[in-house]
């Protein structure tokens, strides 16, 4: 199950597989090339569609996934990749680089939280910089606050500086528009008590069955674990031609 991915995760995942292999060969000294990685982008989502029934969730739960689907991705996938080169990669690049897609931790009141930021840069004053590829529709800023409020603290911990020396923005690759947001103490104790509530509700409950199911359609065919639910298997035998238990 770990090898699966939503339809709506999709482009995303392959999206951001192709910028962090981009950036590391940048650091090798080599230059990305636009055609290049679109065709390498194709190829990986080639890959998905030969065995969409072992890495796409739909097609596990007994989906039909259409050609036309992946022909929209491509187009919209390649579009996405040509903004990131032209337009998003020449504004970051002469930032001191720090760090990209790597898993960290830190500690909130005693809870460890796992990271894995796009993008660390250091600006020419000093400050960090944390930059994360956003490549669905691009929505209400305001709306990626609490996630940049987390990777804001986790990079407070890491570099040993105070939030206010923090820099995060959010990179909509559709548009290739960069947006900053302001992180703010009101912020960061929102985060501090979402990240609490989310972890005690965890540590309140001694099994799987203490968590209530909340079976629907869209939400099972893309769920890894519906064939394994006993509501979420009702619902795709309901919904979904050719499933099998």
Request: charged share 25%; proline share 3%.
């Amino acid at each position: 199950m770990k090898k699966l991915t939503s339809l709506s995760m999709l482009e995303g995942r392959i999206i951001h597989e192709m910028i962090e292999d981009m950036i590391q060969q940048t650091r090798l000294g080599r230059q990305p090339q636009t055609v290049m990685v679109a065709d390498r982008f194709w190829a990986a989502l080639l890959r998905y569609k030969e065995k969409s029934s072992e890495t796409i969730t739909e097609a596990f739960n007994g989906l039909k996934i259409e050609d036309t689907f992946y022909e929209l991705v491509r187009k919209d996938g390649e579009s996405q990749i040509r903004n990131f080169i032209e337009i998003v990669w020449p504004r970051l690049s002469n930032l001191e680089y720090l760090a990209h897609e790597e898993f960290e931790s830190f500690v909130v009141n005693g809870i460890r939280v796992n990271v894995k930021v796009d993008y660390v840069t250091k600006s020419p004053n000093g400050k960090i910089v944390l930059t994360d590829w956003k490549t669905g529709a691009e929505k209400n800023v305001l709306e990626g606050g609490l996630q940049m409020a987390v990777y804001g603290m986790w990079a407070s911990s890491k570099y040993n500086v105070p939030i206010s020396e923090i820099m995060v923005e959010l990179a909509h690759l559709r548009s290739a528009k960069s947006h900053p947001i302001k992180l703010d103490d009101k912020m960061v104790s929102t985060a501090k008590e979402t990240i609490y509530i989310g972890a005690s509700e965890i540590l309140a409950t001694d099994s799987v069955d203490g968590f209530s199911t909340n079976p629907t359609p869209e939400k099972c065919v893309a769920c890894p674990f519906a064939r394994v639910c006993e509501d979420g298997s009702q619902i795709l035998e309901e919904c979904v031609e050719g499933f099998v238990r």
